[in-house]
């Protein structure tokens, strides 16, 4: 009902389950999925990971209650644009699809920190040397300004922060930001927020 009378949002389809997804977006060909994590058989972050596979996926959306936090870090890892709280007011619902229609990431800068602070916090995930690794060989082959920019991601920090710390404008931000997802190919600055806090680095 709130998507449907928004003329910018037309809703194609729905599911009641995840294993109904794949099929579901092979059919209607969605730009954007709105996911709930919590479904009957198959939940949401197994048909979100499912959906990443796909040679020209569409963009996830998560729905998730705050205390699911390990969920909401598994999907992002998977490649999803962000999550929503399901106490969302109506209007912000419309712009989170919106805004990942456009390739933006849903995440405000203070859910960013939240979710860095409870991993860096937690206890180390199993493999986690492998991971750090995995991370640390990414990195290596930046530049010493994207490296800056990635680092200032893994802290939370907005474009325009970024901008004032390292003295660039926030075109230009922009600019590093994209060429980050593109040289590590990943979906969304959060995925670049987490592998850097996987290599140690904050």
């Known amino acids: ?6 003329p910018e949002i037309r809703v194609v389809g729905e599911a009641a389950d995840g294993a109904e997804v794949p099929a579901a977006v092979d059919r209607y060909a969605p730009d954007v999925v709105l996911m709930d994590i919590r479904m009957p058989r198959v939940d949401g972050l197994t048909a979100t990971e499912a959906l990443r596979t796909l040679p020209e996926p569409p963009e996830v959306l998560v ?12 999907a992002l890892r998977a490649g999803a644009g962000g999550f929503l709280l399901k106490d969302t007011p109506p209007v912000e619902i419309v712009r989170a699809v919106l805004r990942v229609a456009a390739g933006e990431a849903t995440l405000s800068p203070t859910v960013t920190r939240k ?20 991370a640390l060989r990414a990195l290596a082959g930046l530049t ?6 990635a680092l200032a991601l893994g802290q939370g920090r907005t474009n325009a922060e970024i901008s004032a ?3 660039m404008s926030v075109a230009t931000v922009k600019a590093y930001v994209s060429r980050l997802l593109t040289k590590l190919e990943l979906n969304n600055r959060v ?12």
């Open 191 to 202: 995925q670049v927020a987490l592998l850097v806090h996987d290599a140690g680095l904050v």
């Open 115 to 134: 979710l860095i602070a409870q991993v860096t916090a937690g206890p180390a995930p199993s493999g986690g040397d492998a991971r750090q690794q995995r």
């Open 1 to 6: 009902m709130i998507l449907g009378g928004v």
């Open 144 to 149: 010493e300004r994207e490296r800056q920019v």
């Open 63 to 74: 729905l998730t209650t705050f205390d699911a936090d390990e969920q909401v870090l598994r």
């Open 165 to 167: 710390e390292l003295f």
